[in-house]
């Protein structure tokens, strides 16, 4: 399912003319103009510096939702986390049979501690 550009928007929050915008990208204002009127995408080599120059994501150039930053763990836990991550496959879930265990008793305890 194509979805339709809302780039007059974009680039009209983002404080930018549409000659602006065109240099920015190395296009003309030309095909600016002509993806803001007929709502049509860009091209795909032209979405990565359009979103860079308005400041915003490729998805959001889309029409799609901005994408959710998934928040990691810090501390020591986030970084015993980042080298888990970097452990072959078969070992990542022996971790998790033993993460998903502690936690499992832990939701056990709780209401009889609570």
């Not at 550009?5 to 680039?11: F, M």
């Amino acid at each position: 399912m194509a979805t339709k550009s809302n780039l007059r928007q974009l680039r009209e929050a983002s404080g930018l003319s549409v000659r602006e915008l065109a240099r920015q990208i190395g296009e003309s204002p030309t095909n600016v103009s002509y993806w803001e009127r007929s709502g049509q995408i860009p091209r795909s080599d032209v979405l990565a510096p359009l979103a860079k120059a308005l400041g915003i994501t490729v998805e959001e150039v889309l029409g799609e939702p901005k994408p959710r930053r998934n928040v990691a763990p810090g501390g020591r836990l986030g970084q015993v986390f980042q080298q888990v991550a970097k452990l072959p496959r078969r070992q990542q879930d022996k971790v998790l049979e033993v993460v998903n265990a502690l936690v499992a008793q832990h939701q056990k305890e709780k209401p009889a501690n609570g």
